[in-house]
């Protein structure tokens, strides 16, 4: 695939499951392409050996996303991409039009930097749940952007750890945002050292009451089993 200076009018570019040599391969397809608008990179992977992205491959991708002009992006999928890496202030400061965002990972700060700098957000979705607490995102972060993204309106957060009880959690959301609708989550929004003794399948019907009654039926909540 030739760099994007070639077709400099290009205004989505969608990959799935494709293994580069290095991610400077990558950076130097979307060189140049200013009026990209949706990136959609599934399942990216690097080397021989077909490696996900590290910090280092974040780093060169955010550098590039910076300096190259491609400041247009509405709609970025980077499924397998842990934004933690990225230089999160300033790559948010580039994608202040993003409608929607998919990536990997996001910890607390990310949240906030999305939410000082992409307030025009609709769709967010963090696709894996990090393996240390300081990667990891909790209802402090999710808080931070609800109160700064009016128009979000889909939140997936499958393995999110909650705080306390889930059904505080999702009256908690629902009290900081009128534009939700749809909002999916995992076993872990409920705290397992909260109420140990009810059933799962209780927990989910009681977070699907509440967020009836705490959004008058507008929140939607799917509670996905075994994340």
Known sequence: ?????FAPHLEELRMHYCCFRSVKELVNIVRGAEELKVLEWRESKFSAYCLRPGEFDCRVLS???????IHNLTEVVLDNWNLNDFHVQNICRVWKNLRKLVVANANDEALAQIASHCTNLEELEIAWHASTKHDRSTMRGISALLKKCPRLHTLTIPNMRGNGSGVKNIRQICALSSSLKNLKIGFQFWDRRVEPSIPWSKKKRLMEEAAVEASCGRLNVVVQDGI
Do not use: A, P, V
């Not at 695939?1 to 200076?5: F, G, I, M, N």
């Not at 550098?63 to 002009?69: A, L, Q, V, W």
């Open 1 to 5: 695939l030739q760099s994007l200076k």
């Open 63 to 69: 550098d590039c996303m910076e300096r190259t002009g």
